[in-house]
């Protein structure tokens, strides 16, 4: 059986820029003519981020394939399930995952929040989700001043859990770049070990997409 390839996508907090990046990232792919296509297995609240996927995916998947989990609160998962009296069990995840990725060649795989939002309790949180669907971790780093304490938590938790993220992509939230936006992306690689695959600025229609083909193989 082909090896299925991709990425999860996480972030240093909600609003770094996952869906952005994942965005981003499909349509670079699909621009190399790899056949990526997008999957955020929870949405909570508006479902505008699993659109902008199935749209970047040019639409090989439908959005209740992009996004099998939609809980209409607006809150982290584990709350939103509560509030709807429902239970979010890790095998949806992992079998909304086997649908996508038996219809291209790369799945682009979207957290929700951070990297230790729950879902379930903190048995299984998005770290645990990553964990699951066993895809290299490219953390998205929403860069602004506290961006270094959010990435330095974050990597840590990571390691803690055994999993070594791949790279960075750093999303830089503010048009003017202050000093600690402009030092931020060297202080993290020299601390924290961990490459800083790009950096987007707001506005950037798209990515190169070598970097992460070379990670993958392709």
């Known amino acids: 059986m082909e090896e299925k390839k991709g990425f999860f996508i996480t972030g240093t907090d909600t609003d770094a820029g996952k869906t952005y990046v994942s965005d ?4 670079a792919f699909r621009a190399e003519r790899v ?3 997008g999957y955020k297995p929870i949405c909570c609240g508006e479902r505008d981020d699993a659109e902008y996927l199935r749209l970047a995916s040019e639409e090989r998947v439908t959005i209740d394939e992009v996004n099998p989990i939609w ?3 607006p809150a982290a998962p584990h709350v939103a399930a509560m509030f709807e009296n429902i239970s979010i069990e890790p095998s949806q995840v992992k079998e909304g ?3 996508v990725a038996s219809k291209a060649s790369v799945v682009i795989a979207e957290g929700a929040g951070g990297w230790m939002v729950p879902i379930a309790g903190m048995d299984y949180t998005v770290g645990h989700m990553a964990k ?3 895809l ?3 953390l998205v ?7 270094l304490n959010h990435t330095i938590l974050t990597i840590q938790s990571m390691r803690a859990m055994g999993v070594e993220p791949v790279g960075l992509v750093f999303n830089n939230l503010v048009e003017e770049q202050d000093t600690a936006c402009i030092t931020n992306k060297g202080i993290i690689e020299d601390m924290m070990g961990v490459e800083v695959l790009t ?3 707001r506005g950037q229609q798209e990515i190169e997409a070598w970097p992460f083909l070379d990670i993958l193989g392709l």
């Open 24 to 27: 981003l990232l499909i349509r």
């Open 35 to 37: 056949d990526a296509v």
């Open 71 to 73: 809980l209409k609160t």
């Open 97 to 99: 995952y086997d649908l």
């Open 132 to 134: 699951d669907l066993g």
């Open 136 to 138: 290299p971790v490219i």
């Open 141 to 147: 780093v929403g860069n602004r001043l506290g961006a």
């Open 199 to 201: 950096d987007v600025i």
